[in-house]
């Protein structure tokens, strides 16, 4: 079986260890330890739902109204009762005291754990010591990690990756390796949740505002398919992006600030189960009552 096999296939992993104990327990107490080890794999990968919100971006077009749908959003995502939430990205459009305060009274009435992600409009388009302090002293860490349910969710800085900054860049980078190394040899599933995509066609394509720089892109897509990351969450787009790069689901959602392909404001609800693909749909922002959009699974 190869590393790669063992790393991205929870059986196989919970199997390859159990086997490497072969030669030290006799035959049955063996198949009972592989037997038991597997069970407890299968029972930590529970199903469950997660929102993904992105760029609620407050203070974009219109102050008041933004506040008032990412207000809307929070009422919605309560009603119902997803196990956590993750913000992509994009909070506030111009970081300061009055516009993170009022991200944060708004994002206190979540009734569910919520999970937030700096965007370029948090940190900076070119992110400095200050614009970092102030974004981990208002909002919290800009990158960490937390598992839930036999997953393990890993938020990144991707203004990082968009426009190093040094030793902050570097120490992020040797964080999320070793990161995603730890998960994958635990067994777990693995979503990364960012603010850039990786990319919004192609691979290869140019460097642009929607993707990362193509070293960092390639050097990140090879760690994805080495650790078996299954799901990219990001934001930034404002329009509705699902790509694919071998078994990793890349997708940016709609806003509750701005949508140019003038898809409806709203989050998007995750059914993440034991395997892939997992389902997920649009809900809409209303003031009445919640409507869905089914999205075709890819």
């Known amino acids: 079986m190869s590393i790669r096999n063992r790393l991205t296939n929870p059986i196989a992993a919970c199997l390859a260890r159990a086997l490497r104990r072969a ?19 299968l029972s930590q990968q529970q199903p469950f739902d997660l929102v993904q919100m992105c760029d609620p ?3 974009f077009v219109d102050y008041a109204a933004e506040l008032a749908r990412f207000r809307q959003a929070v009422q919605q995502i309560n009603e119902l009762k997803p196990d956590f939430v993750l913000i992509c990205g994009d909070l506030v459009n111009s970081p300061g005291r009055k516009s993170f305060a009022d991200f944060n009274a708004a994002k206190a ?22 614009s970092l302090g102030f974004y981990r002293n208002s909002i919290g860490p800009d990158y960490y ?5 036999g997953c393990a969710i890993i938020v990144v800085d991707t203004q990082l990756w968009k426009a190093p900054l040094p030793q902050e860049s570097t120490k992020h980078d040797a964080w999320f390796k070793e990161t995603l190394e730890a998960a994958a040899k635990k067994g777990l599933r693995i979503i990364v949740a960012g603010h850039i995509p990786l990319f919004s066609r192609v ?4 460097n642009g505002h929607d993707n990362l720089p193509l070293e960092k892109r390639l050097e990140l897509l090879s760690l994805f398919e080495r650790y078996g990351v299954q799901l990219m969450l990001a934001g930034h787009t404002h329009r509705t992006l699902i790509v694919q790069y071998k078994q990793t689901l890349i997708v940016a959602s709609q806003t509750t600030s701005l949508n140019v392909d003038l ?21 809409r922002i209303t003031s009445d009552s919640m409507t869905r959009s089914a999205t075709p699974v890819h």
């Open 57 to 59: 971006q407050i203070g």
């Open 203 to 206: 691979p290869e394509e140019p």
């Open 23 to 41: 030669r030290e327990i006799p035959g049955l107490v063996l198949l009972a330890v592989l037997l038991a080890s597997c069970a407890t794999l």
């Open 109 to 130: 009435a979540f009734k569910v754990p919520c999970y937030c992600v700096p965007g370029n409009h948090d940190v900076g388009e070119a992110p400095t010591p200050e």
């Open 263 to 283: 898809q409806p404001f709203g989050f998007r609800l995750w059914h993440i189960d034991a395997a892939p693909p997992f389902r997920h749909e649009l809900v």
């Open 145 to 149: 990690s937390f598992e839930h349910k």
